[in-house]
């Protein structure tokens, strides 16, 4: 195999001290994924499964050709480069060809999820000015719904949510072969969404160089033995969590993963799937542990490969750690951090050193991660909690921009570093401990959820005078959406009214960002300038 990123030193210590980034002068993703392996039509690069059966198998050069059929395709639609192709599909062979498409082109794809509501989709469509839209057959009528409202929006493709794969009327009149357009490292590729934790979800751009910066922690997570591996995550394609922490790092190593369209997580299934395809490598978000951890004998009842597991967005406890240790007998699971805006820059790799429940681990070389002063810059001492911060300069993992918003892009910037919005400390041994955000975002099963969204949602409701939304501690799911919600003169604030609110935002928003609990209260705390008091409403609920 050619080029790749490499972490092969004796310790972390020395990848520190040593490792840079060196990237080719014509970098493009797609070029990296898929045309740079050893025997492409004899390596597996995607083992696809379905509920119902069926099963597929793709190489990379089945996805190589597969990619530019859907690149000839969408150019004969017009897409040029630096045009915006929204992806909105399940784990299937066609979400994976879109965005290689789209990079072949010179385009930059716009991954959204499927468990999206129509305003969520309105919102993501319009503001990203996408002029097509890939979608799974499951969710095309609520494209429907809205495509009079997004202007820019002129084709929409349908993929067979049954076989994964693009119509073939799309693509069998189309070339087989496809000339890259000439990129660089620097050249944009991919805008994904924030959850909307202050505001309305932002769009974050990101380059060609993106998938690269998440290497060096993908194989120290992985521990550092991925010749032989096979990856899965059950976390749907849509965000940086799964592309970013296994996919198309499992690529750029020519390795294989595994997709299936599972959709509610299904602990059994996970077991099943890992045994089949015989996963040596998994991320599994916190709530999706905590569900397998309830299935007795695991190791027991299926025969499993599995060496290690990565997990982010909440701190693994150290039953977790226990359960890792004691029923799958010493798989490693490993915690990670980051963010849509500059991903996988501390983790824990147990081949190198220890970890430590509640830690989220180490800085991963190749990222300056410091502590800081937000305001002024300067570095915090060991266990003094500030602003958790990674320079800035050549650094491929953090964004571009902010998609139109150039103030808001400054305010992620003090002299050097990107601003994380996280505060943290770093103990004595160089162990980063994440404290909280520096705002109001909610995790939930693994899921970062912005309560300024919900509560625009729950407003719709025409019983719903105010609302303010927080969320609150849950042994299964990390935190839950919790609402408290003031209702109209006259109206009732019972069982029936809870249910309208939580459907409302499952149609609008996402099945995840419902509210699981509501209260009915007279009246909401709120500032002088009229800003709900969240801090109020966590006290509220803890007394």
């Known amino acids: 195999m050619s080029w790749s990123i490499s972490l092969d030193y004796e310790s972390y210590e020395e990848a520190n001290e040593v490792f840079e980034w060196d990237l080719p002068i014509d970098y493009n993703i797609a070029r990296d994924l898929v045309r740079k392996h050893d025997d492409p039509k004899g390596t597996v690069a995607l083992f696809q499964a379905y509920s119902n059966g069926q099963r597929k198998t793709y190489t990379f050069h089945d996805v190589d050709v597969y990619s530019n059929a859907v690149a000839n395709g ?15 599909a399940s784990q299937t062979p066609a979400n994976l060809f879109a965005h290689l498409a789209c990079w072949k082109i ?16 309105r919102y993501r469509l319009t503001d990203s000015e996408a002029s097509v839209a890939i979608v799974d057959s499951t969710i095309a009528t609520n494209i429907d719904q809205i495509k009079e409202d997004c202007p820019d ?12 794969e693009f119509p073939e009327e799309f693509i069998s009149a189309e070339s087989r072969h496809y000339d890259i357009t000439e990129t660089n490292a ?3 590729a991919i805008l994904m969404y924030t959850s909307g934790s202050t505001g ?6 990101h380059s060609h160089s993106v998938w690269i910066g998440h290497c060096p922690a993908f194989q120290m997570y992985f521990e550092r033995e991925i010749d032989t591996s096979v990856f899965w995550t059950p976390a749907d394609w849509a965000w940086i969590g799964s592309l970013g922490d296994l996919v ?18 299904d602990s059994e299934i996970a077991y099943e799937i890992l045994e089949e395809y015989g996963v040596t490598d998994a991320f599994l978000p916190p709530t999706a542990i905590r569900m397998m951890m309830d299935v007795s004998n695991p190791t027991e009842r299926y025969s499993l490969d599995l060496k290690a597991i990565c997990s982010g967005g909440e701190p693994l406890t150290p039953e977790i ?25 501390v983790c824990n790799c147990q081949d190198w050193f220890p970890a430590k429940a509640g830690s989220m681990g180490k800085s991963v070389p ?12 300067e570095l915090k001492g060991p266990n003094e909690i500030g602003e958790i911060a990674v320079k800035r300069s050549n650094d491929p993992a953090i964004f571009k921009e902010y998609w139109g918003e150039p103030e808001k892009t400054e305010e992620t910037k003090v002299n050097e570093w990107h601003l994380t919005g996280d505060l943290g400390y770093r103990d004595e041994n160089d162990y980063i401990w994440f404290k909280s955000r520096d705002d109001d975002i909610i995790i939930t099963s693994g899921y970062r959820v912005g309560p300024g969204e919900v509560e625009t949602a729950i407003l719709e409701h025409e019983d719903v005078e105010q609302v303010g939304v927080i969320g609150v501690p849950n042994d299964k799911r990390g935190e839950i959406i919790k609402a408290f919600v003031q209702p109209m003169s006259g109206a009732t604030g019972d069982e029936q009214l809870r249910e309208e609110i939580r459907n409302l935002v499952r149609e609008r928003l996402a099945k995840y960002e419902y509210p699981r609990e509501i209260s009915f209260i007279d009246e909401l705390p709120q500032t002088t300038t009229g800003k709900i008091r969240r801090k109020d409403l966590r006290e509220r609920n803890n007394n």
């Open 74 to 88: 969408l150019k004969s639609l017009g897409i040029e480069r630096g045009d915006r192709v929204a992806v909105i």
């Open 106 to 121: 010179g385009a930059i794809s716009v991954p959204l999820s499927i468990l999206f509501g129509t305003d969520a989709l």
């Open 153 to 164: 929006l002129n084709e929409v493709i349908t993929i067979d949510s049954e076989t994964g």
């Open 186 to 188: 620097d050249t944009p």
């Open 200 to 205: 309305p979800p932002k769009g974050v751009l």
């Open 248 to 265: 198309f790092p499992a690529w750029h190593y020519g390795r294989p993963v595994v997709g299936y369209p599972m959709g509610k997580f």
């Open 321 to 345: 750690l226990k359960w890792a240790e004691e029923e799958l007998s010493g798989v490693s699971i490993n915690e990670l951090y980051g963010q849509t805006e500059a991903n996988l820059l």
């Open 366 to 377: 190749g990222h300056t991660v410091q502590i800081i002063d937000s305001n002024t810059g």
